[in-house]
């Protein structure tokens, strides 16, 4: 079921808002008839160029993970973990109806210099590549798992971003999106640093998630399988030093290392497809999937190697919180989201 989405070229229609969208007001409406039913540049000092010993990916639990600083991310870099990226990037699209950003550039007022960190297949650097063809995009990432055939302005690196960036010439635009797991601490190793890379006047704008589903009532229960998947995934993550909650953290993070005019922007992401509300059921259902696709390979090295769980029980887990994704009704009329901030 596609949807059209707004031209973005145009800044009139560009908007930002320091209003809080969780009041009352917007709540989102579920659909009752689905609510019972299941599934309703410059290279710097330590940037590597693409070797055989990068490519050679670690394999462990049946996937494969990053060679470069082997063991830093524990998500994997596999096939299906990579298309379901580029299925949520295509979600996220549909979330901010279309733009690829919310800083205030046009093909008129364009970025010159892009750098797009733990760019993953990165689908975003190419499609930033070519609405702005006169801006150069780099995206940098442990893994080697972009294209090879991209637009003439983007340029891929292996890269570990929580070493010193050495770039010879600074930004004018600074981009993060979904890098959970990725930093033990995002305001230094992230923030700052991109603070100081970015020109006068330059934009940090990081598209992060909060983990942990709430609801418009108040009502998820302590029990809620995903619930109980999130307080584990923080308690692993805390073991293996990776931050857990980034999105509800990155204002005050931006504000303390000195950036101004600071602007937050939350969506709501329903977590499947009870809303009532067609645009809002299609991103909960696409969600849904998403979400389901991905479990096993977010649990599967932190959980067992720092919750100590064995494989088949953390498979067993992940398939009970996905069928809690699945099932809309847990105790009453919920209404789950998860929240990109
Ligand atoms: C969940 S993926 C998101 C990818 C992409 N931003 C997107 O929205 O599809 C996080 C990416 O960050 C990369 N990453 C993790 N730690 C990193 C680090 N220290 N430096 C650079 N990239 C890193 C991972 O390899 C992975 O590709």
């Avoid at 990916?57 to 990053?66: I, M």
């Amino acid at each position: 079921m596609p949807f059209e989405t707004p031209n973005n070229q145009d800044l009139d229609s560009f908007q930002f808002t320091f209003e809080s969208y969780l009041d009352d007001a917007s709540r989102i409406e579920a659909d009752l008839m689905c609510s019972m039913s299941p599934s309703c540049l410059d290279s710097s000092v330590d940037t590597q160029s693409l070797s055989d010993s990068i490519a050679r990916y670690q394999e462990e639990f049946g996937r494969t993970y990053h060679s470069y600083h082997a063991g830093s991310y524990h998500f994997p870099n596999d096939p299906t973990e990579t298309e379901r990226l580029d299925e949520q990037y295509e979600i996220m699209k549909t979330v901010m109806d279309g733009r690829l950003h919310l800083a205030p550039f046009s093909p008129q007022n364009h970025p010159h210099k892009v750098l797009d960190i733990g760019t993953g297949t990165g689908i975003w650097a190419i499609e930033m590549g070519d609405e702005y063809p006169e801006a150069q995009i780099i995206g940098t990432d442990l893994s080697p798992i972009q294209p090879p055939f991209v637009p003439p302005n983007v340029r891929f690196f292996v890269e570990d971003s929580t070493e010193e960036w050495d770039f010879s010439a600074d930004f004018d635009y600074i981009h993060t999106r979904v890098t959970i797991g990725c930093w033990s601490d995002m305001k230094t190793q992230i923030v700052q640093p991109a603070f100081d890379h970015l020109l006068p006047g330059g934009w940090l704008e990081c598209q992060e998630f909060v983990v942990f589903p709430e609801c418009d009532d108040g009502t998820i229960p302590e029990a809620f399988a995903w619930k109980q998947w999130a307080l584990e995934m923080r308690a692993v993550s805390q073991i293996a030093n990776r931050q857990f909650e980034l999105g509800s953290n990155l204002k005050s993070w931006f504000e303390e290392v000195g950036f101004v005019d600071v602007h937050e922007t939350i969506y709501k992401i329903p977590i499947n497809g009870w809303p009532r509300d067609a645009r809002l059921k299609y991103i909960g259902m696409l969600w849904q999937r998403n979400l389901i696709n991905g479990l096993s390979g977010f649990s599967l090295a932190l959980q067992n190697r720092y919750g100590g769980k064995t494989v088949e029980d953390i498979e067993v887990s992940s398939q009970w919180s996905g069928e809690c994704v699945m099932l809309n009704v847990l105790g009453g009329d919920m209404t789950k989201t998860d929240k990109l901030l």
